[in-house]
């Protein structure tokens, strides 16, 4: 597998997500993500090169939807998805989303590591 610079800094979160693969759904959580793309893990278990659509409860109680993604990699019920439609105002949520965490991360990180798991 070659190597590559990733466009955008990855942050560590633990955020509910729901996906659509199809006619399937699954449940689970996102590990990390950045505007564009995301490691997540759920009960569908995803191969490269599938799509799927899903909504992420962000720890701030905001919902972002992204369209259309595929899948880059997986393992296990885990796998990494890159985004491949996300609405112009959905970007820019998740933009001002990641601002809030380069800006304060110790104060956001403990916020979010106890919304999430309280």
């Known amino acids: 597998m070659p190597f590559s610079v990733r466009p955008y800094r990855r942050f560590p979160v633990h955020c509910a997500v729901t996906y659509h693969a199809g006619l399937f759904q699954g449940q689970g959580n996102v590990w990390h993500f950045s505007c564009t793309g995301w490691r997540l893990s759920g009960d569908l278990p995803m191969r490269p090169g599938e799509t799927l659509s899903f909504t992420v409860?962000?720890?701030?109680?905001?919902?972002?939807?992204?369209?259309?993604?595929?899948?880059?990699?997986?393992?296990?019920?885990?796998?990494?998805?890159?985004?491949?439609?996300?609405?112009?105002?959905?970007?820019?949520?998740?933009?001002?989303?990641v601002?809030?965490?380069?800006?304060?991360?110790?104060?956001?990180g403990e916020k979010l590591a106890w919304k999430t798991t309280h």
Do not use: D, M
């Open 57 to 97: 409860a962000l720890p701030n109680e905001q919902r972002i939807e992204v369209s259309e993604a595929v899948v880059h990699w997986s393992s296990g019920q885990e796998f990494g998805v890159e985004n491949v439609v996300v609405e112009r105002h959905t970007h820019a949520r998740l933009q001002h989303f």
């Open 99 to 108: 601002k809030r965490l380069v800006r304060e991360p110790t104060e956001t």
